[in-house]
């Protein structure tokens, strides 16, 4: 394992001069903590640190910005771990292009650009970050994006795009933007089954939009056992008596979707009372029939 560890980010500064990438990695193994890196090249894929390594990559405690933070401050072709980065004013804060990038994980991070976070992969973690900035699933699968906070004032904060299957959008808080989800149409091949629930929607001016195919925006009806959907400060439905809304709220877009068990409160699945649904078999076990 090859270790990089700066005794002060605000005092390790490495300046790469608009150089394609201020730091290459090209082996196994490596770790970069606690620098700061600036002066890379603003093309759309040149940036700052870029992984193309077998494995292993962990960035922690890099902050990325300053002259020249275009460009995509990382950029990953292999699995990597991001943590704890703060990236400022790129055209991509974090970027895993291709399948090879599966498995990589972004979390505990502050990002501030154009595109947060692009996916292009499968099975990679986007969780517990402050995104301002688009984040872009365009042919990921069996990718988890969780514990947000996203937002982008003036366009869309989460776009589902091109070969984007069997997503999981969760414990997201996605705020102040122009269309808080959107699931692309796409001829080529319509983004699907993504499931979308415990989510805040909050000042969007449109909160939910599905143009895909056999999308969901909830869990089923938890008075049988179901999690819920989302949380929609627009919502006008009445309330049932247990904070789920009696009416579904419809999606926007081509697809007719709907969350038919809307919550009516933010993170209402934190104090729904949860009902267990105990099959007959073992009922009749504890009940000693």
Same mark, same amino acid.
């Given at each position: 394992?090859?270790?990089? =560890? ?41 940036? *700052? ?13 890099? =902050? ?10 990382? =950029? ?18 974090? =970027?895993?292009? *291709? ?69 999981? *959008?969760?414990? #997201? ?20 089954? #993504? ?21 969901? *925006? ?11 959907? #989302? ?28 969350? #038919? ?29």
């Amino acid at each position: 394992t090859l270790t990089i =560890y700066g005794t002060d980010r605000d005092t390790v500064i490495v300046d790469g001069g608009t150089v394609s990438y201020v730091i290459d990695i090209q082996a196994s193994d490596c770790h970069i903590h606690n620098l700061t890196v600036i002066n890379g090249l603003t093309g759309s894929t040149d940036g *700052f640190i870029r992984s193309v390594s077998n494995h292993g990559t962990l960035l922690a405690d890099v =902050y990325i910005g300053g002259v020249g933070s275009g460009g995509s401050h990382v =950029y990953a072709t292999r699995l990597i771990t991001v943590r704890r980065l703060e990236s400022v004013g790129a055209t991509r804060g974090a =970027y895993m292009r *291709f399948a090879t990038a599966d498995g990589s994980t972004v979390e505990d991070s502050v990002v501030s650009a154009a595109h947060s976070v692009q996916d292009g992969g499968a099975s990679i973690f986007v969780r517990n970050n402050t995104l301002d900035g688009i984040v872009v699933l365009v042919g990921a699968s069996g990718c988890v994006v969780e514990g947000n906070d996203i937002r982008l004032t003036g366009g869309t904060a989460v776009w589902f795009y091109r070969n984007s299957h069997n997503n999981i *959008f969760r414990n #997201n808080t996605i705020r102040d933007s122009t269309r808080g989800v959107h699931i692309s149409t796409d001829t080529a091949d319509v983004p699907s089954n #993504n499931t979308i629930y415990h989510n805040n929607f909050i000042s969007n001016t449109i909160h939910a939009e599905d143009s895909g195919v056999d999308n969901v *925006f909830d869990m089923g009806d938890p008075a049988t056992g179901g999690q819920g959907g #989302n949380y929609y400060d627009d919502y006008a439905g009445a309330d049932r008596g247990d904070g789920i809304g009696d009416v579904p709220r419809a999606t926007a877009g081509t697809a007719g979707s709907a969350d #038919n068990y809307p919550f009516m409160a933010q993170r209402g699945w934190n104090t729904y009372q949860w009902k267990r649904v105990i099959p007959m078999r073992e009922l009749n076990k504890l009940l000693g029939v």
